[in-house]
């Protein structure tokens, strides 16, 4: 039986499709109005976004202190350049503050109908996504951060030694695999959750061993936080997200000998998402190669910091150093113009390999 591509692609943000985002949230007692306002400013300050096409804001009518924002935009791409800004950051802050929970959600949209959608439209015609496309239930994500130059053999000790916590955190949510990576004073913190990402998230942050890392941590980044502040901890958490914005795995079972590996490109500036939709693009490729060792494949991608997670079956044999999976002098040259640096100094358009930190598996469910 063949696989195709669509079957093989389990997310992606480069298809075109419109976007809806749903975000549901739990307010403290006593600050509707406030949340109100927030979102009145909210609102204007979104309206002249690229992409942002419109939004709802609900209110529950069995718990008035449940609400539900609804936004639509022409693309996934648009919305991300937005909610990975320092602008976004600062336009939710009052919004924020006033949430004692918060659910964010991303869809695609692949079908619309109703009476509202019977007549032509007028305006924008919004791309659809074509087909379903197909997963196992995993969700990906990752985290970045800089530590203070100089203190990356500590860090890499702290990273590597802590004890992992419990994987199961309800009945439908589990923590899978957790793999860190260091390039320089960069790290990456990869995730992968069955289930519910934000109930993981928040389960990961309340377990004492991972509360203990966080604390052995604070003295050697180089964004100063607060966790015992709420708004400081959610805030550095928002800045650090790096969203996985594509996935790609070529074969239905692993094989027996798979390595990990993540490589780091760090971008021309506003050539983010260029480099990140480039590389998806030789990832599709790949997954259609019966030959190719890469068995699955991530891109996450935030303004200009570009990381590609990759699964290999069997050694790399050195062919990160050319430009892994980046073949023929054409696609290199591409590379090299989408990456950030003098010319010359990131030899034939190649990554940065990053140091492989720890990479832990959940135990098998008995």
Known sequence: MTTTLSERVSQSAFDGSMLRVVLLMDLHEGVQQQFFEAYEQLRHDIASVPGHLGDQLCQSFENPEQWLITSEWESAPQY?????????????????????????????????????????????????????????????????????????????????????????????????????????????????????????????AKQPEIRAVEQQMDPYLEQERDLTDPESARMFFMRAALPAVHHVAALRREPQEVRRHALFYPAKAGCGPLLARFLARQDEAAAQRPTSPVVSSSVFQRDDVVVRLLDVSGPSDGRFAAGFGIDGPRKAAVLRRLLAGEPGAVPDGAPHPMDLITDRRAPAQS
């Open 80 to 204: 991300l350049a937005w909610v990975n800004s320092e602008e976004h950051t600062e336009q939710v802050r009052p919004l924020g503050a006033c949430v004692r929970t918060m659910r964010p959600m991303q869809f695609t949209v692949l079908k619309e109908t109703g009476r509202r959608y019977d007549a032509p439209a007028k305006g924008f015609g919004g791309r659809l996504q074509t087909t379903p496309r197909l997963g196992t239930g995993v969700v990906r994500h990752a985290l970045t951060f800089t530590v203070k130059p100089g203190t990356e053999a500590k860090v890499a000790e702290i990273l590597s030694s802590y004890s992992s916590p419990a994987a199961q955190v309800d009945e439908h949510t589990r923590l899978l695999r957790t793999s860190l990576f260091m390039y320089g004073n960069r790290v990456v913190r990869a995730v992968e959750v069955q289930g519910d990402l934000t109930a993981a998230l928040r389960h990961v």
